[in-house]
C-alpha cells in the first residue's frame, strides 16, 4: 500500500472546511492512518517548502501556513500519491477543474486548501516531517474487499 502526505491548510481551518474536506478522502476509500493538528513554525515551513524559499513570494507563503495551525494527515492505498493529486487538482484554484477540492473550495493560488506530496519518494520524506513512526497506525484491512479487487492487491 502507497501512503502520501495531506495537509489541510490555513485557509481549511479559517473556513470551517476540515470535516467536508477529509470526508472526501474518506468517501473516495482511502484510509487515513495518521492525522494531527499542529502549528508550523519557521524551521518547519522552511523545510516543508525548501524548493520555493528563494521565491519574492516565499515570505507571504510562510505567513499564510502560520495563520492558523494546519492538520496533517497520512493517508494510505493504491497509487494515492496519484489519486490524491487528481482529487487536489491543479495548484491554482481558479483554474482546478470543478469536481476537484481546489476546483470546488478555492480560487487562489496559494490559499489553495491542501498540500500533496507530489511523488511516492517526497511522501515518505514528508511523512518522516510531520510524523514520528509510533504516530502512524496499522489497523487491519476494514473495507478492503469492497475497495479493491484481489487481483488488483496481489500485482
Not at 507571504?60 to 487528481?86: D, H, W
Not at 482529487?87 to 470546488?104: L, W
Not at 498540500?115 to 487491519?140: L, M, N, Q, W
Request: hydrophobic content about 45%.
Amino acid at each position: 500500500m502507497e501512503r502520501t502526505l495531506v495537509l489541510l491548510k490555513p485557509s481549511v481551518i479559517k473556513r470551517g472546511l476540515i470535516g467536508e474536506i477529509i470526508t472526501r478522502f474518506e468517501r473516495k476509500g482511502l484510509r487515513i492512518i495518521a492525522m494531527k493538528m499542529l502549528w508550523m513554525n519557521d524551521q518547519l515551513v522552511e523545510e516543508h517548502y525548501s524548493h520555493l524559499k528563494d521565491k519574492p513570494f516565499f515570505p507571504n507563503l510562510k505567513a499564510s501556513m502560520q495563520a492558523t495551525p494546519v492538520v496533517a494527515m497520512c493517508i494510505e492505498g493504491l497509487e494515492v500519491v496519484r489519486v490524491v493529486r487528481a482529487m487536489a487538482g491543479v495548484t491554482n484554484g481558479r483554474n482546478a477543474a470543478i469536481g476537484t477540492i481546489r476546483g470546488d473550495y478555492s480560487m487562489s493560488n496559494q490559499q489553495n486548501i491542501v498540500h500533496a506530496s507530489d511523488g511516492v519518494y517526497a511522501a515518505g520524506e514528508e511523512i518522516a516531517r510531520f510524523f514520528k513512526p509510533e504516530e502512524v497506525f496499522e489497523f487491519g484491512d476494514l473495507n478492503f474487499n469492497a475497495l479493491y479487487a484481489v487481483d488488483e492487491v496481489e500485482a
